[in-house]
């Protein structure tokens, strides 16, 4: 599932997408954290 966000005033578009890094260890941002169930999130004080 793909969490994303778009707006537009007809000329200008604003696409949000979440993103989530663990960067202690994934330094290189592999893995997108942010699909993760809810409750692992809220563990690291992300809701």
Excluded: C, Q
Excluded at 3 to 22: A, P
Aim: no cysteine; net charge negative.
């Amino acid at each position: 599932m793909n969490r994303s966000f778009m707006m537009t005033d007809g000329e200008w578009k604003y696409i949000w997408y979440e993103v989530l890094f663990h960067i202690l260890e994934d330094p290189n941002e592999v893995s997108n954290l942010a699909h993760k169930n809810l409750e692992k999130r809220l563990k690291i004080g992300i809701s």
